[in-house]
């Protein structure tokens, strides 16, 4: 599913309590309850939703709004040895994962308990027991490094590689999502993939800290190899990281692969093995259950970066087999590492959280078993979740505030002066077509296909894997199932489809810092205001912008307005590019375009929307802030956040979101009501006269 997200790719897993309760006050259904809801409450956070104590009032807000909220905050946080970051988002996953092994004490007790309810405590179950783990090492690994250890030609090579279950790597990746121009039907994407660092750029850049990570990276491969029992470990090692740096130089960079129209390119299999000589194309999809053919005659792919196929294949050709079988076993080991012996798992530990992230010290196991069981089952999680700690008084109050900003957005686009009346009535159509999802999906993942057992988490992981994957496939010639999600409820974060012009909410996201009921309305509205803004934003963001009201990818744009539009958003491109959050790296603006869009139109929206509620009636000033000086405050409050240098850099190389200083200052020095809430002028260093803020809608 493509999913453009409110934040990164990190874990935020795990279920979280709705904030008003303890544990204690929970029972086992929400419905129980009855004497919490109507409860008065307070706001979790300072007496009306923020948290003052993080203020640094040295600082200038015109200055640096970020530090000027934060600085304290900055100064005295320290990040969890076991985390590679600390902040808003962080908070509450722990609280999540903390709630989740609540739910996960009580199944261990629990009498008549359910089939999905059994998936779940078993899987932990088999997850949780180290000993065991030990005790067996390899064993459970044999078959799979046994058909790898027997690959002979380049066709068993392409088998290995289209094997869901045995989840090593292949140079191509395949997708099923939805046809990007035609909504009611999914189509196979075809993607660049092949690399074990999280960046091409890992391989290719000469910073002095990306080079140590790289000579990182080969001794570790070396490692893993040496713990599977192979010989000459430091040649072969050299061999895949040699191959690795081939492919990553025939790799897209990112910020080109997130453009819709070039990564559009549909075409037959057939055709796809002539454009791409080299690779088995036929067999590789017939092996992952894609036919060639369907109802309507011969099967079209989409290949996503195109130009870069020819290439990968020659080199798939090229590249002798025993260096695949070389490859494949270090994959397979890599991506299995943390499910075996404390061996494997330590120096997957030592590489990719402490040297890629920063980590001091390894979350302990039961965590990490949470952690596990949100990315396997996580509906399964997420009904019991859901059950316990989302109220359906929630999901009404959210409902009401994303209604709102929809009106807010409409009126916006009839009033912006920058667009002409033809696009305006599309885009208008486009604002009126938005589905919502909020909380929970209507009808929960049947997991009943996915076989479960306590003692074989191997098993457990390539079973699920399959389970996954024919889930997709086995539906890939069906009618597109809009109810479905693709995030768990128990997920902080929020995303935006553009195939289907929705924005979803999972519960876990509707609580403080985000949203309280209990807090001011000014917090809320620049809290979960903003993230609801972002996420509407991403609709007319510069790639959402190309999908039309009923999610086609096509133009709906007269020429003019659209060279207008981009004359902006390149200089937002250019406004972002100048951000350093590391001594000699700077934010990619190309890459994160689309979420600074939405960051800056999400917290101008949230702003209007908040004005407009008051209907011109006076607010009380709050500690000395007055109104729309506290949507700014609650915007700045979310956005808490501190990380380890390593993982600050990989999220420069890799994230699609800029790291959160310039989400605040970026996005908010584009903001007139900003300049007009801190009374902020060109002495500032934040300041920008207005004819070079951007401001879109
Ligand atoms: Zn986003």
Redesign the pocket.
């Known amino acids: 599913m493509k999913q ?4 990164a790719g990190v874990v935020l897993a795990g279920g979280l309590a709705w904030y008003l309760l303890d544990d204690a006050l929970v029972g086992d259904a929400w419905e129980a309850n009855e004497m919490v809801s109507p409860a008065p409450g307070e706001a979790e956070l300072g007496s009306w939703g923020i948290n003052l104590d993080g203020i640094n009032s040295a600082i200038e807000p015109g200055d640096d709004f970020f530090r000027y909220f934060n600085g304290t905050w900055l100064e005295e946080a320290e990040i969890p040895s076991d985390r590679t970051s600390t902040g808003s988002f962080l908070d509450l996953a722990i609280r999540s994962e903390e709630r989740v092994q609540a739910i996960l004490a009580n199944l261990e007790t629990k009498e008549n308990i359910s089939a999905v309810e059994r998936k779940v405590r078993d899987l932990y179950r088999s997850f949780i027991d180290a000993a065991h783990l030990e005790e067996i090492g390899l064993a459970p690994a044999t078959e799979d490094l046994q058909t790898i250890a027997e690959i002979e030609t380049h066709e068993d090579v392409t088998r290995v590689m289209a094997s869901t279950s045995m989840g090593t790597e292949s140079i191509f990746g395949v997708r099923i999502g939805i046809d990007e121009k035609n909504p009611n039907a999914y189509a196979a994407s075809i993607r660049q993939s092949g690399l074990g660092l999280p960046d091409r750029d890992y391989y290719l850049l000469e910073e002095p800290n990306i080079v140590a990570t790289r000579e990182a990276y080969v001794a570790y491969i070396a490692q893993i190899l040496e713990l599977g029992g192979l010989k000459d470990v430091g040649e072969k090692a050299a061999e895949i990281y040699a191959l690795e740096t081939k492919i990553a130089e025939i790799h897209w960079p990112r910020a080109e692969r997130r453009d819709a129209d070039r990564i559009y390119n549909p075409m037959t299999v057939s055709a796809l093995s002539e454009y791409a000589p080299g690779f088995p194309w036929l067999l590789y999809l017939q092996e992952m259950g894609i036919s060639p053919v369907n109802q309507a005659g011969e099967r079209i792919v989409v290949a996503s970066e195109n130009t870069a196929f020819p290439p990968l294949a020659e080199l798939f050709a090229m590249t002798p087999v025993a260096t695949w079988r070389d490859y494949l076993t270090f994959h397979y080991l890599d991506s299995h590492a943390p499910y075996l012996s404390s061996a494997f798992d330590n120096a997957n530990f030592e590489f990719r959280g402490r040297t890629l992230g920063g980590q001091a010290q390894q979350l302990e196991r039961a965590k990490r078993g949470v952690q596990l069981l949100n990315r396997t089952i996580g509906e399964g999680v997420g009904q019991i979740y859901v059950a316990r700690h989302f109220p359906p008084s929630a999901k009404i109050q959210a409902e009401a505030l994303v209604s709102n900003l929809l009106v807010v957005y409409r009126d916006r686009i009839r009033t912006l002066d920058w667009m002409g009346e033809e696009t305006r009535a599309q885009a208008l159509q486009k604002a009126e077509s938005f589905t919502v999802k909020i909380g929970y999906p209507d009808k929960w993942r049947d997991y009943s296909a996915l076989a479960v057992t306590e003692d074989d988490l191997l098993g457990n992981r390539s079973r699920s894997a399959a389970f996954e994957w024919n889930y997709d496939v086995l539906r890939l010639d069906e009618p597109v199932d809009r109810g479905e999600w693709g995030m768990s409820p128990q997920t902080v974060n ?3 489809n553009p195939s289907l012009n929705e924005i979803v909410f999972p519960a876990a996201i509707l609580q403080a810092p985000f949203f309280d009921p209990y807090a001011d309305d000014a917090v809320n509205y620049g809290g979960i205001g903003a993230v609801i803004g ?2 509407i934003s ?1 609709g007319f963001d510069d790639q959402g912008s190309k999908y039309d009201a009923l999610g086609v990818l096509e133009n709906w744009w007269t020429e003019m307005d659209r060279a207008n539009f981009e004359g902006r958003t390149s200089r937002l491109v250019d406004q972002f590019n100048a951000y350093s959050p590391l001594e000699g790296m700077f934010v990619n603006g190309q890459l994160t375009l ?2 600074n869009i ?2 800056t139109a999400g917290i101008t929206i949230a702003h209007a929307a908040y004005a407009l509620s008051l209907g011109g009636e006076p607010v009380p000033v709050l500690d000395g802030f007055d109104g729309a000086q506290r949507v700014f405050l609650g915007y700045a409050q979310v956005w808490r956040y501190k990380a380890q240098e390593a993982t600050m850099r990989r999220r420069i190389l890799s994230d ?2 800029s790291p959160p200083e310039f989400r605040v200052n970026g996005a908010i020095r584009n903001v007139d009501s900003w300049y007009e809430a801190f009374g902020v002028g060109p002495d500032d260093a934040l300041y920008l006269p207005p004819e070079e803020r951007v401001q879109l809608w």
């Open positions: 453009w997200t409110l934040a929020a995303y935006y972002h996420e991403h689309g979420e939405a960051d699609p979101h």
